[in-house]
């Protein structure tokens, strides 16, 4: 049976409780140009579910890639440089090369540097040992930047097709699969949906949304009669926040529009909440300022650090949000102390999942607790 058109699940009518249903009524009226059910809720509703790919089964999934010619592209999330590297990805994808895709950039604020946050990202990719063609900033939701990875995928086919110097030579060259990955929620589909939108005059879009694995398997869209592209599900970074929260939390913690940075001024022994996330407690030095580049809606309370352990007993889920649910910060609830210094110079600390707090100062002493599998790094600054 058809696939559906918002998830890519395989589609079926006769359980209802089951993914990929779709009435037999609609499947009848639609043949095969159909959203399931649950894709349905989504889009209409803002229904919430619960991820449900393992890294196992994500893993198994893309495996089928190392013994093609494909291209890779690797989505990235410029909020989440670091965790946005498929772990041992090359093992997945063969002698394959990876053009690398930076979205979101309309998120990021004129002060930071997309040149050194390149550099940086070219610098993990190499240790990652990728072989990456190129680094491609984007904002797939403004639709900027969409037709140069267009370009470099067409150019990639063509070089190969090239080379080749028989017939035979060029049947068995010819790449045709080019698949879009990356970790959950980087904005995969909103992608291929901008290429829907602009070039190909499509309407039927692919389902999107703030929770994870919205998409739940390949989907394939041609782009002309004989080249396509393939979303794929996303895998989920348990070193992110985003693997431990709730729908609520992530509308909050996804920034919808550019980041505004909120300075502070801090004194030793004061201490700064980001909601109930993370809290960073300022050990010794001069005054500093330090600048929070994170969602905009993320609330972020100064407070003297004697206080400190008092507010967050009697304001986290209150006043202290994200998380708003004891739930979820049962799931969060074994922490580390991570300490830092800064000898001199400006650094950001990378918390992945919620941003970066730009830190500008000389013989400071900075302890940051959060979750314990929470990826969180001092790294020279970007701006
Ligand atoms: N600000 C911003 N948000 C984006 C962009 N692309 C995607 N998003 C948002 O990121 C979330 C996840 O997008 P989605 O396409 O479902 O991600 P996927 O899991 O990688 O397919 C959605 O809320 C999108 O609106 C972008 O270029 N800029
Ligand atoms: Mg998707």
Redesign the pocket.
């Known amino acids: 049976m058809a696939k559906c058109i918002g998830c890519g699940i395989k589609l079926q009518t006769h359980d209802e409780s089951l993914p990929g249903y779709v009435p037999l009524l609609v499947s009848a009226d639609l043949g095969d140009n159909v959203y399931c059910k649950r894709c349905y809720q989504i889009i209409h509703n803002g229904k919430k579910y619960d991820p449900e790919i393992s890294d196992n089964d994500y893993y198994s999934k893309i495996s089928c890639i190392k013994d093609q010619k494909a291209i890779v592209v690797l ?1 990235i ?1 410029i909020m989440d440089i670091y965790g946005g590297f498929i772990p041992n990805l090359y093992q997945y994808i063969g002698d394959n090369q990876v053009i690398i895709v930076v ?5 990021m604020p004129k002060d930071v540097h997309l040149k050194k946050i390149e550099e940086r990202i070219r610098g993990i990719a190499a240790k990652e040992k990728l072989d990456v063609l190129s680094v491609i900033m ?5 639709k ?1 930047n969409i037709e140069s990875v267009l370009n470099k995928i067409f150019k990639l086919k063509d070089n190969a097709i090239k080379k080749s110097r028989s017939y035979r030579e060029r049947r068995l060259n010819k790449i045709r699969d080019c698949y ?1 990955l ?13 290429i829907k939108e602009k070039y190909l005059d499509d309407k039927k879009l ?10 739940m398997d390949f989907i394939k869209v041609y782009i002309d009669e004989d080249n396509y592209i393939i ?4 895998l989920i970074n348990y070193r992110s926040f985003g693997a431990y929260l709730d729908y609520e939390s992530m509308k909050v913690l ?5 980041l505004k940075p909120k300075t502070y001024q801090l004194n030793p022994d004061q201490t700064i909440f980001m909601g109930a996330l993370a809290r960073l407690d300022f050990i010794k030095g001069d005054k500093i300022n330090v600048s929070f580049y994170t969602s905009n809606d993320l609330y972020i309370h100064r407070t003297k650090t004697v206080n400190a352990t008092n507010i967050y007993e009697t304001q986290k889920t209150k006043l202290l949000v994200p998380p708003y649910s004891l739930e979820e910060l049962n799931r969060l609830s074994e922490n580390k102390d991570v300490m830092f210094n800064i000898e001199d110079g400006a650094y950001d600390l990378l918390i992945s999942g919620l941003g970066f707090v730009h830190i500008v100062g000389a013989n400071i002493t900075f302890k940051v607790t959060v979750h314990k599998n929470i990826d969180v790094r001092l790294v020279e600054t970007f701006i």
């Open positions: 989505m999330d979205n979101k950039v309309d998120i984007i904002s797939a939701k403004k900027q879009i990356g970790c959950a929620s980087v904005g995969k589909s909103t992608f291929i949906n901008a692919i389902t999107t949304s703030d929770q994870f694995q919205t998409t979303d794929t599900p996303g996804t920034p919808k529009s550019y």
